[in-house]
């Protein structure tokens, strides 16, 4: 079976520069998740879906950053403009359900340069 | 507020031998699962182990086994017979049901290294 997959794996920008992440969960897996990893630190969510709806978006700086899952498959996380700030590491995990026990599956991230 | 700490930023363990990784939480649910992660340097996080709030034993899986101490609120991470291939960041992860809808709250992690 296949993992989370995440593409790009690693992506260098200018600021002010827009760019996107995509993120192909395991199949049959209708939960899907998207954290940001900054340097030195554990994941922070920024948003859940949950087939094609954002279940929770309240750490999504709405301002700047947008995200969509068509069809409650795929799904894109987009930042624009960047800022510097934004250098870290983009994580996309799935599960098949968010009951306590939901062992989330993650995908080996996007490393995002902002210059 | 929900939390989760882990005061030991890095951590050195000679091959072969055991290693305790402390992980302590705050919350005020009574529903909730604790979770063990580990990064390696090529970044992805792999599922270690799980414990809930209401298993009274202590989770085990393989050489991982989760010392679950609920009046402490502490689950600490236990690696029996360390390898080089242990050497990786860990993470100690919360979920919350009824509040958070099952998103993973986690602490800062452990940088462990094992020497040969």
């Known amino acids: 079976e296949a993992g989370v997959v995440q593409s790009p794996r690693y992506k260098i920008i200018e600021k002010k520069q827009p760019v996107a992440f995509w993120c192909n969960p395991i199949?049959?897996?209708?939960?899907l998740y998207w954290y940001l990893q900054n340097l030195g630190q554990g994941p922070e969510l920024l948003i859940r879906?949950?087939?094609?709806?954002?279940?929770?978006d309240s750490q999504l700086p709405k301002d700047r950053f947008s995200a969509e899952r068509l069809k409650g498959v795929d799904s894109t996380l987009k930042i624009q403009p960047a800022e510097l700030g934004d250098s870290a590491v983009y994580l996309c995990?799935?599960?098949?359900?968010?009951?306590?026990?939901?062992?989330?599956?993650f995908g080996p991230g996007t490393r995002l340069t902002v210059l | 507020a929900q939390k989760i700490t882990q005061t030991q930023p890095g951590m050195f363990v000679q091959e072969k031998e055991a290693v305790t990784l402390d992980c302590t939480y705050d919350?005020?649910?009574?529903?909730?699962?604790l979770f063990w992660y580990k990064q390696p340097s090529s970044g992805e996080m792999i599922f270690l182990i799980y414990?809930?709030?209401?298993?009274?034993q202590n989770a085990t899986e393989g050489r991982y086994s989760l010392n679950f101490q609920k009046a402490r609120k502490s689950a600490n991470l236990v690696i029996s017979a360390s390898q080089l291939g242990d050497s990786a960041m860990y993470f100690c992860?919360?979920?919350?049901?009824?509040?958070?809808?099952?998103?993973?709250?986690f602490g800062q992690g452990t940088e462990l290294s094992v020497k040969p």
């Open positions: 995990a799935s599960s098949t359900d968010y009951g306590t026990y939901n062992e989330q599956f």
């Open positions: 199949s049959g897996h209708n939960t």
């Open positions: 879906y949950e087939n094609e709806e954002a279940v929770d």
């Open positions: 919350t005020s649910d009574q529903s909730y699962g």
């Open positions: 414990q809930g709030s209401y298993d009274e």
């Open positions: 992860a919360m979920s919350l049901i009824y509040n958070q809808g099952g998103k993973l709250i």
